[in-house]
């Protein structure tokens, strides 16, 4: 594909997690439509990872197309400090109806701006209350994003080496995925005896699967005793739910499935079903008082250019009707279905270690002597081997997932397990 397009890309673009220096041709979409991107020639690649992640209902789609477009020709953009605006106000009410055990939201723009947002929480609220509790702990494989409060929650490796001195120091807890529940369990226990529970700020975590860690799972059962452990020991917990919310896991947010929920979780990525940059920080009643003072020095000094864009509201608007118009979470079943029956049929395939799923989220497992973690070099030959079907799968190192938008259908859905497959087969 010789592109115009492709070529002023190269000369004027630096894109994400991309070695510039031998980068692929950039493929250039110009349309999509539910599961399917188009390129400027017409072809059409089934976007098995919701483009980062962040599609749920499928690309455009009407409904939110049309409430965007409303609201663009009423009011695009306000300063949100000292003003306000109605789909501001509906989106809260809609999501923390959604959310029930907590009572404030505050609005950001991305999923490493609502978890800056809730670490930030965290520290002032125990400022506010004259406590000098600093510690944060999290689990050893976290990723919780790019700017630097978010990546000194994140595990240390690749991501993070070039700005290591640079990040504040964090207690990380083993992961508990199968076989190392109790040894998290233990751990945090053990923090917080040799620091006592007044020097512990909070705990932050992604419920029930690790992202870019690898799509690495664990039991709501484990969630619910950690969770147990630091409110019985007054330790804030924040749920980072930017990848697991809005119906990935099966349910509306991943803490749905446990009994103890957290004092403030950190939604994006599905907020607006994938048509906006926009993100949100709720939290407990507790929370926000404690920033209520005569003390002007204890307001929450935070806030972004775009806090609470109108456009961004609207969309989050729409997306959450359609969750109630389309059956979006009866979609979602259906996927694990189709999911865990494909789990079925490979898990005995000898070119994998390990096949998990919850929701909308499959994961798989390579077999592979190759230890170059997130750069290993099968993660180049995987994605190549499904582009050339018009398959885009995006894999984490070794780790093949599948993160479809809720409307995909269920022959869409075989013809990633048959590439999938035909991968597998290939390496046996």
């Given amino acids: 594909m010789d592109s115009t397009l492709q070529n002023k890309d190269r000369e004027l673009i630096w894109h994400p997690y991309t070695q ?71 989106l809260a009410e ?42 944060i702990i999290a689990f050893k494989d976290a990723y919780h994003g790019d700017t630097f409060g978010a990546m000194s929650v994140s595990a240390r490796g690749v991501f993070t080496a070039p700005f290591q001195n640079l990040l504040f120091d964090v207690e990380f807890i083993p992961t508990p995925v199968p076989g190392q529940e109790q040894l998290a369990l233990d751990e945090l226990n053990a923090l917080i005896q040799r620091y006592g529970h007044k020097e512990i700020a909070g705990f932050i975590f992604e419920p029930l699967v690790l992202g870019s860690g690898g799509m690495l799972m664990y039991s709501e059962q484990v969630l619910g005793e950690l969770m147990g452990v630091c409110k019985t020991n007054n330790i804030i917990t924040i749920a980072d739910e930017v990848m697991t919310g809005f119906g990935r896991t099966g349910k509306f947010l991943a803490t749905d499935y ?58 989050g608007i729409a997306s959450l009707e359609l969750f109630e118009k389309e059956g979006t979470l009866d979609k979602v079943a259906e996927i694990e279905k189709l999911h865990r029956s494909f789990v079925n ?71 990633v397990y048959a590439a999938i497959n035909e991968f597998l087969n290939t390496r046996g």
């Avoid at 055990?101 to 490493?112: E, L, R, T």
């Avoid at 050339?388 to 799968?393: H, Q, V």
């Fill in 258 to 315: 446990c009994q103890n929920k957290p004092d403030i979780i950190c939604l994006s990525k599905g907020i607006t079903g994938g048509f906006l940059p926009f993100a949100a920080t709720t939290c407990t009643q507790d929370i926000y008082e404690a920033f209520l003072s005569n003390d002007k020095a204890k307001m929450f000094f935070h806030g972004h250019s775009y806090t609470a864009n109108p456009l961004g509201c609207v969309a």
């Fill in 20 to 90: 510039m220096k031998d980068a692929l041709p950039f493929i250039p979409m110009v349309r999509g439509e539910g599961s399917y991107l188009y390129d400027e020639n017409g072809a059409q690649y089934l976007d098995a990872v919701s483009s980062w992640w962040t599609n749920i209902h499928g690309h455009g789609h009407p409904y939110i197309a049309a409430a965007i477009y409303a609201q663009a020709q009423k009011l695009e953009q306000v300063i949100f400090a000292g003003f306000t605006h109605p789909t501001a106000v509906q």
């Fill in 345 to 415: 049929e490979i898990k005995e395939n000898p070119s994998i270690t390990d096949v998990r799923c919850r929701g909308t989220i499959l994961a798989i497992e390579l077999n592979t002597e190759d230890t170059g973690g997130y750069l290993s070099n099968i993660r180049d030959r995987a994605y190549a081997f499904f582009m050339e079907r018009k398959i885009i799968l995006r894999p984490l190192g070794n780790i093949i997932y599948i993160l479809p938008p809720f409307c995909t259908s269920a022959d869409d859905m075989q013809k």
């Fill in 94 to 135: 809609m999501l923390l109806k959604r959310i029930p055990f907590h009572q404030k939201i505050f609005y950001s723009d991305n999923g490493s701006t609502a978890v800056e947002v809730a670490i930030k929480m965290a520290l002032q609220f125990w400022w506010n209350k004259g406590q000098e509790r600093k510690k």
